[in-house]
């Protein structure tokens, strides 16, 4: 039997195919996307595979693995730069034999499998969307994990275990201590505070109106020190966090000890199914 093969379609399918997985591999790694570079990447990793197709055999054996990975090593340089280059060449080839997988399973779901080259085009696209997606979420859950810290909050007496998250965006700064300060949910805060405390700290999330002289009624606001600190975030230009002293915060990996740690109470509802409670400033923790 004899199988025609169009080399146009073969370089076209494999072209965007390779342009699909660099722009991944690029948004993964947080690498600016160099539309140039990765159509002359893509280009040639689609040229040097044209006489794979033509003789088969060369892709047999070590001597055609080696051709293969160093296709691929090529193409990656030329997209990506050589910077990494080994991490991209996995993280590229990852992502194609995913997509490889995805347009497996939808053919043989499909009652025909025969595909057109828009078809194969569409699904090229669709696997490619389907394995960012997938991607993105992994390496997202995987750098919350890593920032996720196990931490010990000493106030008035009792000791209870959180987590916190390693947050490089909190700039949050209290002025009246000179200190960073450490954002923490209201549900924790009211596991360590006095009922007395706890009930101004209420009325304040509630009304958002600091008067000066209710804490001062409190027989412990010599030690905890309720005041307010400005903030600035994304999506909410301005606004004030009702702040007050910890006693201690033992960091349980790195045994570090904030002492008189100023901190923040926020809202339950930011950390609403999450598994940390706060976050905590990067300050070589």
């Known amino acids: 039997m004899q199988i025609t093969v169009y080399l146009d379609l073969v370089f076209l399918i494999n072209f965007v195919a390779n342009v699909i997985v660099l722009v991944i591999t690029c948004r ?13 990447g893509a280009g040639l990793g689609a040229v040097i595979i044209l006489p794979f197709v033509i003789r088969p055999r060369m892709f047999l054996g070590v001597k055609g693995m080696m051709l293969s990975m160093g296709t691929g090593l090529g193409t990656v340089f030329v997209a990506l730069g050589k910077r990494g280059l080994i991490k991209k060449w996995c993280l590229s080839t990852t992502i194609m034999v995913l997509m490889g997988g995805v347009i497996n399973f939808v053919k043989y ?8 080259i828009y078809t194969l085009l569409a699904l090229l696209f669709l696997s490619g969307t389907a394995v960012f997606v997938l991607t993105d979420w992994t390496f997202k859950r995987k750098r919350i994990l890593n920032n996720v810290c196990s931490v010990v909050i000493c106030h008035n007496g009792k000791n209870i275990s959180e987590k916190m998250y390693l947050d490089t965006g909190n700039l949050l700064w209290d002025p009246l201590f000179n200190k960073p300060t450490i954002l923490l949910s209201e549900e924790v805060v009211k596991k360590i505070l006095p009922e007395e405390e706890m009930l101004f700290v209420k009325e304040y999330m509630i009304n958002k109106d600091f008067n000066p002289f209710n804490p001062l009624l409190l027989k412990t606001q010599r030690n905890v020190c309720f005041h307010e600190i400005a903030y600035e975030s994304v999506g909410k230009s301005s606004g004030k966090l009702l702040c007050f002293l910890l006693d201690e915060i033992v960091l349980a990996d790195s045994g570090k000890r904030l002492i008189k740690q100023p901190v923040a109470v926020a809202n339950a509802l930011l950390f609403h199914k999450k598994e940390y409670k706060g976050l905590l400033f990067f300050d070589d923790m």
Do not use: A, S
């Not at 779901?109 to 057109?116: A, E, R």
């Open 28 to 40: 993964l790694l947080k690498q600016d996307i160099k539309l140039i570079r990765i159509m002359l």
């Open 109 to 116: 779901k499909l009652p025909n499998t025969y595909m057109g």
